[in-house]
C-alpha cells in the first residue's frame, strides 16, 4: 500500500514509520520540522521520505494516489493547548478536519486518526467506546471534535477510522520525556528519586509505543467492514494503573530509586477504559508490552546512552519548551507557522 503518514518525525511517527516500511508498505511523510533536533538514540533503521509542509498547507495533490493516510500530526499535549489554545483548535480541529476532507475528494479510501483516551476526562466507573465524552482541555476537546466531524464522511469510497489511544510510554530515538512513564523514568534514572506532590490516585490507561503500532499497521491492512466508521481503545484493558502504581513500577525498574507521594489530589483527570473492542475486532491486535517492560526498556535505553539531566530537561524533548523556544526565537509566528521558506538562509 501506499501510506501518507503525518508526524513522522515526532515521537510515535518515527516508529510507526519504521513499522510500515518494514511491512513492506510504500510510505510518505508529512512532518512540519519543529522536534528536529529531538533526536535521543539511533534507534530506527528505516525511515520514510518525508515533505516537510504543516498539515494546514497541505493540497489534494500531495494526499492524491495515497491508498491510506494516517494522520499523527498535531499541536501535542495539555499544557501547550492551555498556552495557545485558538492555535491548538486551529491545528488540531480545523487542519485534521480539512485533511479528512482533502483525503476524500483526492480518493483515499482509508483515513486512520490518531485520536486520544483522553477525551474520556473526568469519568465514573470503566468507560469504552460507546460511552459519553468528557474533555477536559482544549487537546482533548479538539480530539472528541474531530471524531465528531470526519465520522460521518464516511461512505462507500472513504472509510475513517480512529484510535483511542492510552498514555504512550516506551523509548523512541523522537523522545518525549513529558509523558507520564517516560517523564518518571527519566527522574529515576538522573536524579534517583520521584517525589510526586499528589498522591497518585488518578487512573491511567497506558500503551506502548510500539503496540500503538502495531495497532496502525493492523487497522489500515484489516477488512474495510472492520475498521469502517469505528473507534478503537488502543490499549488492554488490565494495563490500567493509578499514577503512584506507575511511580512504584518504574522505581522498581531503576535500582537504588526512592519514590515518595504527596498529599493533594492533584490532576482531576482520572479513568479506567475497557479494550476489549480491539482485542475482539481488529484482527491481528494484541497488546505486546506492559508497564514493567516498558520501564525496563527506557533503564536499558538510558544506561546504553549515559542519559544526563540537561537532555533530559532540555527543550530537545519536551513538546512546550521546545516549541516556547521557536516562538520566542521568532522561527515561527502566532500562529506557528516557519517565519522563513524552508531552505532559506536566515
Not at 510507526?16 to 533503521?45: K, S
Request: aromatic share 8%.
Amino acid at each position: 500500500m501506499k501510506v501518507l503518514v503525518t508526524g513522522t518525525e515526532g515521537y510515535l511517527g518515527c516508529l510507526v514509520a519504521a513499522e510500515l516500511i518494514r511491512d513492506g508498505h510504500d510510505v510518505t511523510g508529512v512532518d512540519t520540522g519543529f522536534y528536529a533536533q529531538g533526536w535521543l538514540y539511533n534507534g530506527v533503521d528505516l525511515g520514510a521520505k518525508t515533505l516537510r509542509k504543516d498539515i494546514r498547507n497541505l493540497t489534494v495533490e500531495d494526499v492524491r494516489g495515497h491508498d491510506a493516510i494516517v494522520h499523527m500530526a498535531e499541536l501535542s499535549n495539555d499544557p501547550l493547548g492551555a498556552l495557545i489554545p485558538n492555535v491548538t483548535y486551529d491545528v488540531n480541529h480545523k487542519g485534521s478536519v480539512k485533511l479528512a476532507e482533502l483525503a476524500k475528494q483526492a480518493g483515499v479510501p482509508r483515513f486512520v486518526y490518531m485520536s486520544s483516551c483522553s477525551v474520556y476526562g473526568v469519568a465514573d466507573g470503566v468507560v469504552d467506546e460507546q460511552s459519553q465524552v468528557n474533555p477536559q482541555t482544549a487537546y482533548a476537546e479538539c480530539k472528541a471534535m474531530v471524531e465528531r466531524d470526519v465520522l460521518p464522511m464516511g461512505d462507500d469510497n472513504f472509510s475513517p477510522t480512529f484510535m483511542r489511544n492510552a498514555t504512550a510510554y516506551g523509548a523512541s530515538p523522537r523522545m518525549r520525556f513529558d509523558i507520564v512513564l517516560n517523564n518518571l523514568s527519566g527522574l529515576a534514572y538522573t536524579t534517583k528519586r520521584i517525589a510526586m506532590t499528589s498522591d497518585g490516585t488518578p487512573w491511567r490507561p497506558l500503551v506502548h509505543a510500539l503496540d500503538i503500532a502495531k495497532s496502525i499497521r493492523c487497522a489500515i491492512t484489516a477488512p474495510r467492514e472492520a475498521v469502517h466508521q469505528q473507534i478503537f481503545n488502543v490499549g488492554k484493558t488490565e494495563h490500567n494503573w493509578r499514577v503512584r502504581e506507575i511511580a512504584e513500577i518504574v522505581g522498581a525498574a531503576f535500582p537504588g530509586c526512592e519514590v515518595t507521594f504527596g498529599d493533594n489530589a492533584g490532576d482531576n483527570r482520572s479513568y479506567k477504559v475497557n479494550f476489549d473492542k480491539i482485542a475482539t475486532q481488529l484482527p491481528g491486535y494484541a497488546s505486546e508490552w506492559d508497564a514493567e517492560r516498558g520501564a525496563q526498556q527506557l533503564a536499558e535505553v538510558f544506561t546504553t546512552i549515559d542519559l544526563d539531566e540537561a537532555t533530559f530537561t532540555g527543550r530537545g524533548h519536551t513538546r512546550l519548551k521546545q516549541l516556547e523556544h521557536l516562538m520566542r526565537t521568532k522561527q515561527i509566528d502566532d500562529q506557528m507557522f516557519w517565519t522563513k521558506p524552508a531552505g532559506s538562509i536566515l
